[in-house]
């Protein structure tokens, strides 16, 4: 099994390479290469699935790498969106010199992910996710916006050093395991040296994915990184990544710790509720789309937490989820920037007329993303759900949690409807535009109609994906039993026939159409109060002003809280260094003092 | 067998060939300066894994000088000779743009080689000295080389302090001998074995590792350094930081605690603590820098404390650590070191604030830089992440968790401080950015590339040296440092015929 893995891992790292020596005036031929690796990834990762699958269920071993139901799925989510993201460049990159260097980039990244998520042995997976650090740096850095250097150190930064916990936590595993194989480790979360090392694993694994408090690198890298590396990161390959190293350590190399889970839950059901607030006052789209990138891990991390099957069979789900639509959204934000060039939403609007195929496709993802049932994130929800309310039978405290994630779930529908009305509806404040090319309208469509169907038909990605996941750790198959999801479908479905009903024999009697106006007279675009001052009070109430000022002038970011703690000691030492040479000469004579000390005088 | 005496006597000989003949031919230093570094190195390679000892004049071995080839001295030689023959090629177009007098350069530049090949190859603690005062004083001169006010400054200091550090090495021989009756190490680690720790020994041996501590550079000795290494020329600065500080401060420091005194546990916690120290302290200070040779020159002191933190912690696996964190700093300084040349060759600035957008003229110096950084920060799959692994693994497994931790937070701030260059002067701009100025930067000629291509490329590859782990690359003088002082005294007397 080495082998193939090894050839999966080999093929898109050398095409990878290849892209990046290839020069400008071949530039279809990286397009060529490119969406042919991918295409073959893909096709490989479903041969994959299928044919272990009928084999053998469960884990095993080898060397340096493992195949296990968890991989494979994994596996098969990193070649799909690489292969979205690839045919929407082809047509977002379209007299895009700078981003000459993309498809190298990407598949080198693609190789890193598949080799992080099939290895076995740690070193190995540390040099891979590390790996992936240098690419998030260089893809960024292909945006063009002027900030972008400067996001892209701080990303860096954030994910490079948490990469440096990382090898802590696990030097601290093999320490405490004796073994440098993850599918031998089984480790008990309680001596202070197991918390420390799941603490570091679990800080990288938050980077990665973007849970508060140290997310703060998504939503700076949304205005300035180029749309197919936001869609590819922040939205699809590190939420899969992130979770998927989460899920590992949470539950299947450490063991289970109460004290551990609240802490867990605590970050989790804070990350839904801050981000989504941030989400709130926005008027750039994609930092918009960008917190709730960020705001949706949340949920993922109180299934997963809650280490009921239900819960974690929703937290994966979810994180499927949220990757299929999250990139869905980002396509169709890209979609509007490349054809509006801007993507300020207060100078869109009405665009639904021009761009229909973008404007329905983007809705299928925000309705998804809400939450609205039948797509496919109201039922990875309603598992979440299902999985706290079983926890909190255990442990009350996942009341709260509960709440926190409700509250969370409609602020995400009022930030959907502000930025839907303030880019597609309303009156155009553009000139005519036309809607997107073909490249990228299809990877758009197929998203969405996956989201549709993964809510429609939610059981059968749930049996082919997951319930393998879940039964090779915890034997259990039929779970799906205990779920009480028909009724709740009956009750939403009946509620929004009724309301269609009202809506249609109610409009139409009791209301007369006219086109709006204001003192009697014709709105005209200048007087149209746009999306973007949506919810404004809750901005000015008393509880939240401070909040969001603070949060503004960046109070509550951990990376520039850390940077001035160590400017503050910078400022200190450069004073000792001051020049003088005398100075030097009394700090060596005071090492030489201390040296005698320590031989002599203690 | 080669006669390890070569590698003093060729670069010192070639040193007075150049100053002689280098008035009438013009090219001549060029040439005959890297045509001897690159013997050297060859010579270097081919002397690997060897070991010999050659008596100067074939005296008795109680009076004569011995050199001494043994695994820990040949990668000495290995790592002095590659890189400054690597800095060499460089100094060819460097040096003539902006410094004059080449012969004077090339001079200076082959004595400094000369008197760290002879420390490495010692036995002898008063030879050691005195190659240590030849390259010192070479070096005091090259740091001057630019004859600015700046220039002369920091080599002022430098001088000084060198000088303090040489005196109290000074005095620590001499207390040594009054006290051993002897010079030749193997003897010295002879009588201290025998006698124990006596106080004059003691008081020697303290002068002896405050004096190298000062070449070390390490916190709170290392004041001379940023100036220094901020104000020498590039390929100098590379030379500087790249091998001088390891040989006349770390060597040293391996060669006597490990196989002349041995290591106690109060060295040993000095060490670490120390090491510690400099690490997590010259990360800040480089943090706050503004000048892209002064960040480099900070970084190499919080970055040989993670060797000295290595050292401290003793096993077998954290000596392995240590060498190979050497050996990989030793390949990413020079390399960033000769990639600020290049910038400063083309720009005429060593602020960073000053520049911007580099990756877009540059592209070669921007990625190798790029490659560089990222070594340096431990970040997969470069070599600086691998000995870092292993000098973590080994402070885990020796029960350091809390020093390990903050290893790993020096290993976070030099990630932030070596992204902020790569944003200030390549990838993104400074704030007094001048665009006009930029438009007529080009990459810098193909003869300053080729030494920064193949160290990008060791860093890139580096990795590899971890295999076969104790039986490869790094087996033999780790095998040395760890066998201590009775293996030193029998392989330095043993093979005496």
Redesign the interface.
């Known amino acids: 099994m080495d082998n193939i893995i090894t050839f999966f891992i080999a093929v898109p790292f050398i095409a990878g390479l290849l892209c990046l020596f290839i020069k400008r005036p071949a530039f279809y031929l990286k397009e060529a290469i490119s969406l042919l690796i991918s295409i073959g990834m893909f096709v490989f990762a479903i041969g994959l699935f299928g044919f272990s699958l009928a084999i053998k269920t469960s884990g095993y071993a080898t060397e340096l790498f493992w195949i296990d139901s968890l991989s494979k799925f994994m596996f098969l989510c990193i070649t799909f969106f690489t292969l979205a993201i690839i045919v929407y460049s082809i047509g977002f990159m379209k007299k895009a010199p700078k981003l000459n260097q993309f498809y190298g980039y990407i598949l080198l990244t693609m190789s890193a992910s598949i080799g992080a998520v099939f290895s076995n042995n740690i070193?190995l997976f540390?040099?891979?996710?590390?790996?992936l650090?240098?690419m998030l740096y260089l893809l960024i850095?292909l945006g063009e916006h002027p900030d972008?250097?400067?996001f892209?150190?701080k990303s860096?930064?954030m994910v490079?050093?948490s990469?440096?916990?990382l090898?802590?936590g696990s030097?601290?595993l093999?320490?405490l395991s004796k073994s440098f194989f993850f599918s031998e480790m089984k480790i008990p979360l309680f001596s202070t040296?197991a918390i420390?090392g799941f603490f570091c694993l679990l800080s990288a694994a938050f980077v990665k994915a973007g849970v508060f408090p140290v997310h703060t690198w998504i939503p700076d890298i949304a205005e300035s990184a180029p749309v197919p590396a936001l869609a590819f990161f922040p939205a699809s390959l590190d939420k899969l990544l992130g979770i998927y190293l989460f899920a590992r350590i949470y539950l299947d190399i450490f063991m289970f710790n109460p004290d551990i889970q609240i802490i867990i839950c605590f970050f989790g059901s804070l990350t839904i509720i801050i981000a989504v607030l941030m989400a709130l006052n926005q008027h750039n789209m994609k930092k918009l789309l960008s917190y709730h990138a960020v705001s949706q891990v949340g949920y993922m991390v109180l299934g997963i937490a809650s280490a009921t099957p239900i819960g974690i069979i929703g937290g994966l789900f979810h994180m499927l989820n949220n990757a299929l639509y999250k990139t869905g959204l980002f396509f169709g934000a890209g979609s509007v920037e490349k054809q509006t060039k801007t993507d300020h939403m207060d100078k869109l609007g009405g665009l639904a007329k021009y761009m229909p195929v973008t404007f329905f496709s983007f809705l299928f993802a925000a309705l998804a993303i809400s939450g609205v049932p039948p797509f496919n994130g109201f039922f990875s929800k309603w598992f979440i759900y299902q999985g706290l309310i079983t926890e909190a039978k255990n442990n009350p405290s996942f009341v709260l949690w509960i709440v926190a994630a409700m509250f969370g779930s409609a602020l995400t529908l009022a930030s959907f409807l502000k930025i839907i009305h303030s880019v597609f509806l309303g009156h155009s404040k553009q000139e005519k535009v036309k809607d997107s090319s073909l490249w990228m309208l299809v990877p758009m469509v197929v998203i969405s109609i996956i989201c549709l169907l993964f809510g429609v038909l939610w059981w059968i990605p749930v049996r082919t994906f997951l319930l393998p996941i879940i039964h090779t750790r915890l034997g259990i198959m039929t779970i799906l039993g205990g779920i009480s999801l028909n009724l709740g479908i009956m009750l939403i479905i009946i509620a929004l026939i009724i309301g269609l009903i009202l809506y249609l024999f109610m409009t139409g009697k009791t209301f007369r159409k006219v086109p709006s106006f204001i003192g009697g007279e014709q709105v005209n675009p200048d007087m149209e109060m746009s999306g973007t001052e949506f919810y404004r009070t809750i901005e000015e109430t008393d509880f939240f002003a401070p909040l969001y000022r603070f949060a503004k002038k960046k109070y509550f970011d951990i990376y520039d809280i850390v940077?001035s703690i160590?400017?503050y000691?910078?400022?200190i030492?450069?004073k000792v260094?001051s020049?003088v040479?005398n100075?030097?000469?009394t700090?060596?004579l005071?090492?030489?003092i201390v040296?005698?000390l320590?031989?002599?005088g203690v | 067998m080669i006669n390890p005496f070569v590698f003093i006597a060729l670069p010192m000989g070639m040193a007075f060939l150049i100053a002689l003949i280098g008035h009438q031919y013009k090219k001549s230093p060029d040439f005959l300066a890297n045509l001897t570094m690159g013997i050297l190195f060859i010579l270097s390679a081919i002397c690997y894994g060897k070991s010999t000892i050659y008596y100067i004049g074939n005296w008795s071995p109680s009076i004569g000088i011995p050199l001494v080839l043994d695994g820990l001295s040949g990668l000495m030689l290995i790592i002095i000779n590659f890189i400054g023959f690597m800095s060499a090629i460089f100094s060819i177009q460097y040096i003539e743009k902006f410094y004059t007098s080449k012969l004077r350069y090339y001079g200076l530049f082959l004595l400094t080689i000369a008197g760290l090949n002879g420390i490495v190859l010692s036995g002898d603690i008063f030879s050691i000295y005195v190659f240590l005062e030849l390259a010192s004083i070479s070096s005091y001169a090259l740091v001057g080389f630019g004859c600015g006010a700046e220039e002369l400054e920091a080599a002022f200091?430098y001088l000084?302090?060198g000088t303090?550090a040489s005196f109290?090495i000074l005095l620590g021989i001499a207390l040594l001998y009054g006290a051993t009756g002897n010079l030749n190490l193997a003897a010295i680690a002879n009588v201290v074995q025998s006698q124990g720790f006596s106080d004059p020994i003691?008081i020697a041996?303290?002068?002896l590792?405050?004096g190298f501590?000062?070449k070390a550079a390490s916190i709170?000795?290392h004041?001379?350094l940023?100036?220094a290494h901020s104000s020498a020329p590039s390929s100098i600065s590379a030379i500087l930081s790249g091998i001088v500080v390891k040989i006349t401060g770390i060597y040293c420091i391996i060669r006597l605690v490990y196989n002349v005194f041995g290591a106690t546990v109060?060295i040993s916690h000095?060490l670490l603590y120390i090491g510690l120290i400099s690490i997590i302290?010259a990360g800040?200070?480089a943090?706050?820098q503004t000048n892209i040779k002064r960040t480099f020159a900070y970084s190499t002191i919080s970055q040989l404390g993670y060797v000295f933190f290595a050292l401290g912690i003793g096993t077998p696996l954290a000596i392995f650590g240590a060498m190979f964190q050497l050996f990989n700093h030793a390949i990413f300084k020079p390399l960033l070191f000769l990639n600020s040349g290049s910038v400063d060759y083309q720009t005429g600035e060593k602020v960073i604030n000053k520049m911007g957008k580099l990756n877009e003229k540059m592209p070669v110096t921007s990625t190798s830089t790029l490659i560089g950084s990222?070594s340096i920060?431990?970040?997969?799959?470069f070599n600086g992440?691998w000995s870092?692994?292993i000098i973590?693994?080994a402070a885990?497994?020796a029960n350091l968790?809390g020093p390990?931790?903050w290893a790993?937070i020096g290993?976070?701030?030099t990630?932030?401080y070596y992204?902020?260059v790569?944003?200030c002067c390549f990838?993104?701009?400074g704030a007094q950015f001048n665009e006009e100025k930029w438009k007529s930067f080009r990459e810098v000629p193909g003869l300053m590339l080729i030494p920064v291509i193949t160290l990008a490329f060791m860093c890139i590859i580096g990795g590899i040296f971890i295999i076969h782990g104790y039986n490869g690359f790094f087996g033999r003088p780790v095998k040395d440092i760890i066998n201590g002082p009775l293996w030193y005294i029998q392989s330095v007397f043993g093979s005496y015929k």
């Open positions: 070193i540390i040099v891979f996710w590390g790996f650090a240098i850095g972008t250097a400067e892209a150190k860096l930064i490079g050093g990469d440096s916990l090898i802590l030097v601290i093999i320490f040296t420390l940077k160590i400017e000691f910078g400022n030492l450069k260094q020049g040479l100075t030097y000469i700090w060596i005071f090492g030489v040296l005698f320590l031989f002599f | 200091k000084i302090m303090i109290f003691k041996f303290i002068f590792i405050s501590f000062i709170p000795f004041s001379w940023p100036d109060l000095i302290l800040i200070m943090f706050m990222l920060s431990g970040i997969p799959p992440f870092k692994l973590i693994i885990v497994q968790i390990a931790i790993i290993s976070i701030l990630l932030s992204s902020k790569l944003k990838f993104g701009k």
